[in-house]
């Protein structure tokens, strides 16, 4: 008869190593965490983008010797590199994106779910490229110019329904407010180059379900320049 051991352990994790692929967000920290046979606890760990940015790490993993894993990771940041893709990683959107706010990650071993709340900072760039098809069979995007100021209201899709909760690997729901400290590139056309660049604000909710490859965008963004 074998005899179950309950041991908990204080561990340091030294130079450990962490990441989003979705986004291309890596994750470094140097910190203390709790092993048990049922749990791994994580406590204000204090993580690292790739440039030195600071943010702050909470989590519960639960397991059974290391099976039928459940967790819940929140993420706390200020100015945190949290977008680093090109078009060969994700052709829906990418770019990078330096944030301030938070982000909660939960899931099984079978399925992530990834809600984004965060405010653009500086050097961040954003590219969107719709395609012209896409242009053509969804009117999501209207140009309407004043006469009084030369500013530019760009809706996106804003009468789109959420993502029902579907059964998928991943599901990522980012709600961003972009201030005119980002740059965000609309390629309306990529073949031909037809690019919109722009800078302004706006709130913008992207949904992504990677079993059904359903992508909504929607929300209001008025260009500034």
């Not at 996106?156 to 005119?180: G, R, Y």
């Amino acid at each position: 008869q074998t005899q179950e051991v309950s041991v908990t352990v204080e561990a340091m994790a030294e130079n450990a190593q962490a990441g989003i692929d979705f986004l291309g967000a890596t994750f470094f920290f140097n910190d203390s965490i709790i092993l048990t046979p049922t749990e791994i606890i994580l406590s204000d760990i204090d993580v690292l983008d790739t440039e030195g940015n600071h943010a702050t790490l909470n989590g519960l993993l639960t397991h059974r010797y290391f099976k039928n894993l459940d967790y819940r990771i929140d993420i706390n940041c200020q100015n945190f590199k949290a977008l680093n893709t090109t078009a060969k990683d994700n052709d829906l959107f990418y770019g990078t994106a330096y944030a301030t706010g938070n982000a909660v990650i939960t899931g099984t071993d079978a399925h992530t779910n990834i809600v984004v709340d965060a405010t653009t900072e500086k050097n961040t760039k954003l590219i969107v490229p719709i395609g012209a098809s896409v242009a053509t069979e969804n009117s999501f995007i209207t140009f309407v110019s004043h006469d009084t100021t030369p500013d530019v209201k760009t809706e996106i899709d804003p009468f789109a329904q959420p993502l029902a909760d579907k059964d998928s690997e991943l599901k990522l729901n980012l709600m961003v407010n972009v201030t005119p400290n980002a740059e965000v590139q609309i390629y309306v056309d990529p073949k031909s180059g037809d690019v919109l660049k722009a800078t302004g604000d706006g709130d913008i909710r992207i949904e992504y379900n990677d079993k059904t490859e359903d992508f909504k965008m929607y929300g209001s963004y008025e260009i500034e320049q």
